[in-house]
């Protein structure tokens, strides 16, 4: 497993290393800006269909070899937890959400995780959660949740958690 992550690594370096030469070499050349843009929009298809490729395979030979959870826990792993750690404080944060509300914002998080593990680093790997929290908050305030509020409400019941914590010592 630990070879197969190495591969993986390795592997979609090559891939995004690839897709930033070909870009390059379009944005070299004396192309008016729609023939560059669709050259571009070409290369990044191509890059992504690549790696869609490369994660199936790369989720296919982990499932040989680790249990579903064990899966999971490998894919946290590769986007520092942020799926987990996310939604455990979209439920915190919001208390009353509907089992509904709670299944789309876990749907995607976790569409999110998959992009994520692709993703050439960590600013861009957390850039594909911030788009989908985007997204995420946008769905809540359609609901009728004040986000903004929500956040600070929440912000004062952990301060006064820490403190309850704190003072039980």
């Known amino acids: 497993v630990v070879n197969q992550l190495a591969d993986q690594y390795v592997a979609l370096n090559a891939i995004h290393e690839e897709a930033k030469t ?3 070499a379009i944005k070299s050349q004396a192309l008016g800006k729609e ?3 669709l050259a571009t929009k070409k290369e990044e298809d191509k ?3 690549r790696l869609l490729q490369l994660h199936a395979t790369f989720i296919a030979h982990l499932k040989k070899d680790l249990t579903e959870e064990q899966v999971e826990k490998v894919k946290d ?3 520092y937890r942020v799926f987990p750690i996310t939604l455990a404080a979209y439920q915190d944060m919001l208390p009353r959400l509907t089992a509904e509300q709670k299944d789309q914002i876990y749907i995607w998080l976790k569409e999110a995780r998959e992009l994520a ?7 861009k790997k957390h850039a594909v959660f911030g788009k989908y ?3 995420i908050n ?3 305030s359609a609901a009728g949740y004040d986000m903004k509020k929500e956040g600070e409400e929440w912000q004062k ?3 006064e958690r820490e403190k309850k914590e704190s003072g039980s010592r």
């Open 22 to 24: 070909a870009t390059g």
């Open 35 to 37: 023939e560059a843009d």
């Open 47 to 49: 890059k992504m269909s």
């Open 77 to 79: 792993g590769m986007t």
């Open 117 to 123: 593990m692709d993703a050439e680093s960590s600013d």
């Open 133 to 135: 929290k985007g997204k």
């Open 138 to 140: 946008n769905y809540l």
């Open 157 to 159: 019941r952990i301060k």
